[in-house]
């Protein structure tokens, strides 16, 4: 790659930041640094919203995700919710597993973000998250989810 001229200038009429690439054509060089720019930080999550946008969501700030038809939605510590593409299968195998368990089949929640958790007498947990969001763990999750909790896993 030949040399790369990086500078910054302050708009503070922009929203959002802004890359430009300036070259004398469109080639392997510019496409590499452009995937390169696009990919999302190390630790994050690349959702969109029904209007279009796009964010790359830190995991510490995900509290739930669950399965919504077709689409995995992520609710997001601000109360925002966001949608993947990807499979809450895929997103299990890929969110840090000292944060994230799986509650259901349709579910997982972010441990840090758990404010309370209530084993009931007929064997279910109630799980309530911050932001007042409420729900339940399924009875086959709950051995997985007392060994999280107890640091045994």
Same mark, same amino acid.
């Given at each position: 790659?030949?040399?790369?001229?990086?500078?910054?200038?302050?708009?503070?009429?922009?929203?959002?930041?802004?890359?430009?690439?300036?070259?004398?054509?469109?080639?392997?060089?510019?496409?590499?640094?452009?995937?390169?720019?696009?990919?999302?930080?190390?630790?994050?999550?690349?959702?969109? &919203?029904?209007?279009?946008? %796009? #964010?790359?969501? +830190?995991? /510490?700030?995900?509290? !739930?995700?669950? @399965?919504?038809?077709?689409?995995?939605?992520?609710?997001?510590?601000?109360?925002?919710?966001?949608?993947?593409?990807?499979?809450?299968?895929?997103?299990?195998?890929?969110? &840090?597993?000292?944060?994230? %368990? #799986?509650?259901? +089949?349709? /579910?997982?929640?972010? !441990?840090?973000? @758990?404010?309370?958790?209530?084993?009931?007498?007929?064997?279910?947990?109630?799980?309530?998250?911050?932001?007042?969001?409420?729900?339940?763990?399924?009875?086959?999750?709950?051995?997985?989810?007392?060994?999280?909790?107890?640091?045994?896993?």
């Amino acid at each position: 790659m030949e040399k790369v001229n990086v500078r910054f200038e302050r708009d503070p009429a922009l929203g959002e930041i802004q890359v430009v690439i300036r070259a004398p054509e469109r080639d392997e060089a510019v496409e590499a640094l452009m995937a390169k720019l696009a990919e999302p930080p190390p630790d994050t999550v690349l959702a969109f &919203d029904g209007n279009g946008g %796009v #964010r790359a969501i +830190r995991q /510490e700030e995900i509290i !739930l995700v669950s @399965v919504e038809g077709k689409l995995v939605s992520l609710t997001a510590s601000d109360g925002s919710c966001w949608f993947t593409r990807q499979s809450l299968q895929s997103l299990e195998d890929t969110l &840090d597993k000292s944060l994230f %368990v #799986r509650i259901s +089949r349709y /579910e997982l929640v972010n !441990l840090n973000r @758990v404010q309370r958790y209530d084993f009931t007498m007929a064997g279910t947990l109630r799980i309530e998250l911050m932001g007042g969001t409420e729900t339940w763990a399924s009875r086959r999750c709950i051995p997985a989810i007392r060994r999280k909790l107890s640091g045994k896993e």
